[in-house]
């Protein structure tokens, strides 16, 4: 009975909060396969215009006085609203916070900070001061946050933005989908049959849904990159302590086997850029002290880029669509004297994946099942998948010690995989283009390979996540005479019966670098996208 009474309360903050920014909407009963259309036909010319601004181009208008914070705010407050009647992706508008703000930003003489006036949303793991804190657990349903995660403190009191949306997030906050007992599943604008992705789900169908210009999620498996990929927008992970979160929720407090990252979601590469140097030009590490000193530094790329092409992982090949897009993007290069394209060869990937999953649950699962238990919730479909991998054990210091020696065993490994690529011409690859996972957008609850996306985590490598094209029913038809490698390449093979059942999905790929190279891997994709431009427009 109490689980229930939890549950209400969220849904009654989240359903007042839509309701006071749009509350007599007429919607298609029932909705379109792909939404993306709906704010055509609600939102009035000037909404429309505003919230299609990319997000470099909202700063300079707000800047210049162009546009007002308050009209700007109140716009992306409205499509938001209307993105959750579509897609469910909010846990909370925040249209009296936001707005009060934004007229106190148009009153100043002067714009102040580097995102003056741009409304942003963030995971509902972050935390707002005095607001539910739930992290997609019953029993937190009327936990409140005090006081505010220094993310958010950063992002107004320091860069001028307005934080104007709070989004949801899976069930452990640990699927690569978002669905939970609280707010329910987080669909795809694109097609509502396909996941949005997860951890980052709500972010990723938001901003994808351009309810949003900017958005910031977590990822310690792929919960940027993922959804970013499946909605069609740009996703970076950085390498890990350069963005910092203290007052953010995680479910294991301490866990540092695999270092959770925070990052931005964007419709546009400069969208990504613009938040990374705002945030480090704030100096963060002054009152953060674990984060690395380090602010976004300018960088000179060799002449000529010497880019690594991982085909697949070597368990599970990727669909048809990856596959072209690869394809389009390999061959545009190699006719470009500014680019070498080499295949990368992946080593002991599978090998990876047992140490990175083994790390996530040094514990075996105890401390989730714990929290679910308090709050007499049930384990949704992929909860369940997660706590029945071979690796999920309970183990012992000594053992824990021991998956740790093999991790960083294994990041030296790979290390000097990288430096080898060099040995014949002292130029090791710049950049590994790769798939962001082996398919577009998973059916729901089938996100079950995580591999493309947590082998950079364990690494500490930064990566991106980018939109190439969409599936093509004419081109990306299946391969019938192909014959599954693996067990996991059987069923992933299996989630592809045609290009029919991805109608409309992002086709997405991913640019990894080495750590601490994040702005070498934001040039080296602008590169890649001047050189290809012309040939995807």
Known sequence: MRSSVLIQKALKIRDDSIDSVLPDVTLPDPLPQNVQGIPDTILNPEELQITGYDTLQLVQKLASRELSCESVTKAFLKRAALAQKTVNCITELLPDHAIERAKYLDSLPHPTGPLHGLPISIKEQFGFEGKINNNAFVVNCDRQQIPACTLNTVLEDRCGAIIFARTSQPQSVMHLETNNNIYGRT?????????????????????????????????????????????????????????????????????????????PLAPSLSGIELFMKAYLGTEPWIKESYLTPLPWRPIQLPKKLKIGVMWSDGIVKPHPPIIRALSFLVTALKSNPAFEIVD???????????????????????????????????????????????????????????????????????????????????????????????????????????NYTSQWNLLEYPSISFPVTKVDPSLDVRDDSYRPISKADKFNYGLYPGPEAYKDAPVSLQLITRRYEDEKCIEILKQIEAATHHLRN
């Open 344 to 450: 990368w060869k992946p080593i002991d990937h599978d090998k990876c994946w047992d140490i990175t999953c083994a790390l996530y649950w040094e514990d075996g699962g105890r401390r989730l099942q714990e929290v679910l238990k308090s709050g007499n919730e049930e384990p949704l479909e992929l909860t369940k998948w997660l706590l029945e991998q071979p690796t999920m054990k309970l183990r012992t210091l000594q053992e824990v010690w021991a998956l740790k020696a093999a991790r960083n065993s294994y990041r030296a490994m790979y290390n000097q995989h990288w430096l080898n690529t060099g040995k014949e011409d002292s130029h090791p690859v710049d950049a590994i283009l790769s798939p962001v996972g082996p398919g577009c957008a998973p059916p729901h609850d089938q996100s079950k390979y995580w």
């Open 187 to 263: 669909v795809n604008p694109f097609n509502q049959n396909l996941t949005a992705g997860g951890s980052s789900g709500g972010e990723g169908a938001l901003v994808g849904f351009h309810g949003s210009p900017l958005g910031v999620g977590g990822d310690i498996g792929g919960s940027i990159r993922v959804p970013a990929a499946n909605c069609g927008i740009y996703g970076f992970k950085p390498t890990p302590f350069r963005v910092g979160n203290p007052g953010g929720m995680g479910l294991i407090v301490g866990q540092e086997g695999i270092i959770g990252c925070i990052g």
